[in-house]
């Protein structure tokens, strides 16, 4: 009898367990209406925190302008698009494209949708709306290709960021520092004082670090030659820029494999660690962690990099045969209008791709960042998809894979070299 | 054809279930050989002949080769480890304790939960960081005084891909348990007897009459746990997420196809894969369906 019920018991259980995993659909699934009123299909991975605040603003004020048109946000959840890009693939390759879609701005998209004959170039709708006049002119040739615009940035945020810790830096009488060398000197201080001088997390934020050092490392010039073919891989400053990523790997904790980014700027603030070089969605993590600015943890440019923004952003695209193109155009005149940037990134925590933003919207840091991307030479990340298309640096992951592993610099220039000639614009 | 209405009607049954097999394993493994074989490199399909370019491409790659190194740590880590393990537990077992339900339950239910669970647990046991933010099996081992046992884990240069087997072990060797025990509780009495009165001690016993018995068994554990093996992606994903020096080739072969888009590799790398699952499971079917063929 008792095992009767246990049975029945277990049974009522598996049946609560389908009915819960059923009631729980996909956000993203919403059914379209009747194809009578016109409507735009956005596609994006949107689907949590601010980031989806962030959206949610941004449709208010699209249905607020465009009333007659039905907004359909078909987002799809996983962390960085990874799911979303996955799905986007397979719609794309049935030939049933949605209106829009979110993409990293730069060799990202070029690299995939462009060369797949995807996306249509926006340049009529940029000079319409008179973008060109308010986006940083250095930023329009990252997002171009052979003088075509392909996608509306939305918003900003900047790779080339040194968090530290102001508390830690006076108490062992360190400067921030500004060069390389100072950077170098700074940490050699602070390695003989027994902290640890710089936080470093998983393998992907290897790649960050090493984009900002090779970045402040070559300089302007030489580092967007890298990515259009003009700076030779092979050349003794970019051995001398490997040279500089190896010393800095040396100043780190011996057990970032083990650690997510969230981790290692939490070394920082909680003052086990001096500098973490990471994008400035960490601040949204420090605020989070009720962390003060100035206080609790301060920024500056990486070194080398003073002057510079590196950046990375989420834009929108206009598919090529979208079901409904003016209702894609709609939504792109709206994604890069002043009211719907204004409207998604203080929410986001990100700045405006546009630099007319109000900056009483924003904190202390977005507006330093607003500063700077409105002042300062704008070059791209690697990491977050701006100067390479993902088959280039997936190759020059397993390249750095191999060198964080072995600490050799002449094979993994070597592997650089061949990933720019297999997958980039090397000969 | 058909000698009877009987058979016509099992064939009809069986029909939709062959050809949903047929198109979907077979049809998508032939579909998989001929992207390995192209050029296809990029979202749009290229089905340009590439010869074996791709497979020759992979057997000079160093990607590849830590691949395959990692692989043959792990499998056998983890496979000798969960028999070993698993095999002890059951002839412990077999002793006739008391509680022996509840102690078959508790070494079993790791099998119930996913990889994706032990990972994320696992992840938090093994960490490696030192000093005072030292914990999970690092702080308890220090804490105990066992200080020579605190070590890097995962993060061990070379080594770190059999912290992951442990991992495995852990989930794994409970089902091997249960295996052993069903094939120890198989196992006449009488034989065990008919030994003792022959003047044989317990070891012996073990040695020449239970462990030749269970050979099948053994042969059966090692096949499944090869081939979950040779599969190993969500554990390692878990644990320490996509890095090199816990590469194998179910994450080479994810990111290859989609974070690089080189499809044709990823197809390539599949079907290297299946090859070498089949190498291990082929025979054993093979010799399953002859012993099991009715007389």
């Known amino acids: 009898m008792l095992k009767k019920s246990w049975y029945s018991l277990m049974a009522v259980l598996m049946v609560a367990v389908i009915v819960l995993s059923a009631c729980t659909t996909p956000v993203a699934t919403t059914e379209a209406p009747p194809a009578v009123a016109k409507e735009v299909e956005v596609f994006s991975w949107w689907t949590g925190g601010g980031e989806a605040a962030g959206l949610d603003a941004m449709i208010k004020v699209f249905n607020a302008k465009y ?92 790779a080339n960021v040194l968090w530290y810790n102001p508390k830690v830096l006076t108490d062992n009488n360190v400067a921030v520092p500004t060069t390389m060398d100072e950077w170098f000197a700074a940490m050699e201080t602070l390695k003989a004082a027994g902290v640890t001088p710089l936080a470093l997390g998983e393998q992907w934020t290897k790649m960050h670090l090493m984009e900002t050092v090779l970045l402040g490392s070559l300089g302007v010039d030489k580092y967007n030659g890298l990515w259009d073919g003009t700076t030779d ?19 780190t904790n011996d057990d970032s494999t083990s650690l997510s980014w969230q981790d290692a700027a939490q070394l920082v603030v909680n003052g086990n660690a001096a500098f973490n070089v990471m994008g400035d969605w960490a601040e949204g993590y420090f605020r989070e962690l009720g962390k003060a600015p100035n206080t609790d943890y301060g920024w500056a440019p990486v070194p080398g990099s003073v002057g510079v923004f590196q950046f990375l952003s989420d834009s929108f695209v206009l598919a090529k045969g979208a079901p409904d193109a003016d209702g894609a155009k709609a939504w792109l005149t709206i994604a890069g209008s002043k009211e719907g940037q204004e409207a998604f990134n203080p929410v986001k925590g990100s700045i405006c791709a546009r630099t007319d933003c109000d900056k009483n919207l924003f904190g202390v840091y977005l507006q330093s960042a607003m500063a700077d991307w409105a002042s300062n030479t704008v070059v791209g990340s690697l990491t977050h998809g701006v100067v390479a298309n993902d088959s280039w640096k997936s190759e020059i992951d397993t390249a750095l894979g191999a060198f964080i592993a072995d600490q050799k610099v002449d094979v993994f220039q070597s592997a650089l070299v061949a990933a720019c000639v297999a997958s980039g614009p090397c000969k | 054809m058909f000698r009877n209405k009987d058979r016509y009607l099992s064939f009809l049954l069986v029909l939709p279930s062959i050809l949903a097999i047929l198109i979907f394993v077979y049809g998508f493994i032939a579909w998989s050989v001929r992207v390995s074989l192209s050029k296809w490199k990029g ?77 994320v ?54 089902y091997t348990m249960a295996l052993y025990l069903a094939g120890l509780r198989s196992i006449p009495q009488e034989l065990k007897e008919a030994a003792r009165i022959d003047g044989a001690n317990e070891l012996q016993i073990y040695q020449h009459i239970v462990l030749p018995i269970l050979m ?57 894969l299946l090859i070498s699952v089949a190498v291990l499971i082929i025979p054993y079917m093979r010799y399953t369906l002859k012993s099991e063929a009715p007389q």
Request: with cysteine; proline share 5%; aromatic share 14%.
């Open chain 2, 216 to 272: 099948p068994v053994s042969l059966s554990a090692l096949i499944i746990l090869g081939h979950i093996s040779l599969k190993v992606f969500d554990l390692i994903i878990a644990v320490a997420g996509k890095q090199y020096p816990l590469d194998v080739p179910a994450i080479y072969m994810w990111q290859s196809t989609f974070d690089g888009l080189f499809y044709a590799r990823g197809a390539a790398i599949g079907i290297l």
């Open chain 2, 121 to 174: 647990v696992w992840r938090w046991l093994m960490n490696p960081a030192t000093g005072d933010r030292t914990s999970g099996f690092n702080l308890l081992f220090s804490s105990l005084g066992l200080d020579f046992l605190v070590n890097r884990w995962h993060t061990t240069p070379t080594w770190g891909i059999a912290a992951i087997a442990l991992a495995a072990i852990w989930q794994m060797s409970g």
């Open chain 2, 43 to 119: 979202l749009t399909p290229d089905y340009t002949f590439a010869k074996l370019d791709n497979y020759i491409q992979l057997f000079q790659d160093p990607r590849f080769h830590l691949d395959i190194r990692n692989t043959v740590i792990f499998t056998v880590v983890f496979v000798f480890g969960c028999i070993i393990l698993g095999f002890f537990m059951a002839v412990m077992l077999d002793q006739g304790l008391k509680g022996e339900g509840f102690f078959r339950t508790l070494f079993l239910f790791p099998m119930a939960i996913s990889f994706i669970v032990t990972g």
């Open chain 1, 233 to 251: 891989w092979a050349s003794a400053e970019v051995t001398k820029a490997l040279e500089d990523f190896k010393m800095v790997l040396t100043y």
């Open chain 1, 67 to 158: 009333p007659d048109i039905t907004f359909n946000n078909a987002a799809v959840a996983g962390g960085a698009g990874t799911n979303a890009r996955a799905v986007l693939a397979t719609r794309l390759q049935a030939g049933d494209p949605p209106d829009s879609w979110q993409g990293h701005a730069g060799q990202e998209l070029i690299g995939t949708y462009v060369a797949g004959g995807q996306i249509e170039p926006l340049n009529t709708l940029y000079e319409e709306q008179g973008w060109l006049a308010v986006m940083p002119q250095t930023l329009i040739p990252l997002i171009s290709d052979q003088g075509n615009i392909y996608s509306v940035p939305v918003n900003i945020h900047r």
